[in-house]
C-alpha cells in the first residue's frame, strides 16, 4: 500500500528547531517530486517546500526560506524538514505529499504535478 | 492573501449544482500552469479531487468536474449530496513565487 507517514511534531518555544520526518511505503521516495505543505489551525492550506527527484532542486516559500531546510535520505526512503528558528505562525498541522505524473490522451504532461498521495499529517506548536 | 482566489464558502440544496471559482494571474493559470482541485474533510488530510484542470482520477465520480480558461478556473459539483460537505482547495504553481500555491479554499454547505 502507498502511504505516507509523518512524525516529528510536538511543542516548541519560539526560536527553538523541530525536525519532522515522512516515512514513504510503497513506493521509491527518490522517484518522485516530495513537498511539505502546512495548515495552520482554522486556516487554509500553505506550499512549503518542494525537492526534485534529482535532490538538486530545493524550493521553499518565502515564509520559511532561511529558516526551514527539506532533505532526503533514500536509504530509509523518507523525506525529512529541518525547522529552525521558529515562530508563533509556525503552529500548523505539516503534512509530507507526493506529486506523481499524470498526462492527457494526447501525451501531455501536466504541469505542475499534481499532488496525489498525502500523509495523515504531524501537528506543530510554536508556543511560549 | 492567497494568490489563487476562491469565495469562502459556497451552498446548495441537495441535487442542485455549485461552482467554485478560483482565479489567478500573469504568472500562474495565464503562464500556462494547470490547476488541480483537492477535498478536505474536517480533521482530515486532503485528497486530489480533479487533476489537470478537467480530469478526474479513478474513483471520483462524475459529478465533479473542473475547467481553466486564461486566469480562471472552476470546480463544479452536480447532484449535491450531503457527503459533499467539505472545504475544497485549487493549487498550481506561480513563477514569481517560484513554488506551489494553494487557494484560500473553499467550504460547501449542503443546505
Known amino acids: 500500500e502507498v502511504q505516507l507517514v509523518e512524525s516529528g511534531g510536538g511543542l516548541v518555544q519560539p526560536g527553538g528547531s523541530l525536525r519532522l520526518s515522512c516515512a514513504a511505503s510503497?513506493?521509491?521516495?527518490?522517484?518522485?517530486?516530495m513537498n511539505w505543505v502546512r495548515q495552520a489551525p482554522g486556516k487554509g492550506l500553505e506550499w512549503v517546500s518542494h525537492?526534485?527527484?534529482?535532490?538538486?532542486?530545493?524550493d521553499y516559500a518565502d515564509s520559511v526560506k532561511g529558516r526551514f531546510t527539506i532533505s532526503r535520505d533514500n536509504a530509509k526512503n523518507s523525506l525529512y524538514l529541518q525547522m529552525n528558528s521558529l515562530r508563533v505562525e509556525d503552529t500548523a498541522v505539516y503534512y509530507c505529499?507526493?506529486?506523481?505524473?499524470?498526462?492527457?490522451?494526447?501525451?501531455?504532461?501536466?504541469?505542475?504535478?499534481?499532488?496525489?498521495?498525502w500523509g495523515k499529517g504531524t501537528t506543530v506548536t510554536v508556543s511560549s | 492573501q492567497s494568490v489563487l482566489t476562491q469565495p469562502p464558502s459556497v451552498s446548495g440544496a441537495p441535487g442542485q449544482t455549485v461552482t467554485i471559482s478560483c482565479t489567478g494571474s500573469s504568472s500562474n493559470f495565464a503562464a500556462g500552469y494547470d490547476v488541480h482541485w483537492y477535498r478536505q474533510l474536517p480533521g482530515t488530510a486532503p485528497k486530489l479531487l480533479i487533476y489537470g484542470n478537467n480530469n478526474r482520477p479513478s474513483g471520483v465520480p462524475d459529478r465533479f468536474s473542473g475547467s481553466k480558461s486564461g486566469t480562471s478556473a472552476s470546480l463544479a459539483i452536480s447532484g449535491l449530496q450531503a457527503e459533499d460537505e467539505a472545504d475544497y482547495y485549487c493549487?498550481?504553481?506561480?513563477?514569481?513565487?517560484?513554488?506551489?500555491?494553494f487557494g484560500g479554499g473553499t467550504k460547501v454547505t449542503v443546505l
Open positions: 525537492i526534485t527527484t534529482s535532490g538538486s532542486n530545493l
Open positions: 505529499s507526493r506529486q506523481s505524473e499524470y498526462y492527457d490522451s494526447s501525451g501531455y504532461l501536466f504541469d505542475p504535478k499534481p499532488m496525489d498521495v
Open positions: 510503497g513506493f521509491i521516495v527518490s522517484t518522485y517530486e
Open positions: 493549487q498550481s504553481y506561480d513563477t514569481s513565487l517560484s513554488g506551489g500555491v
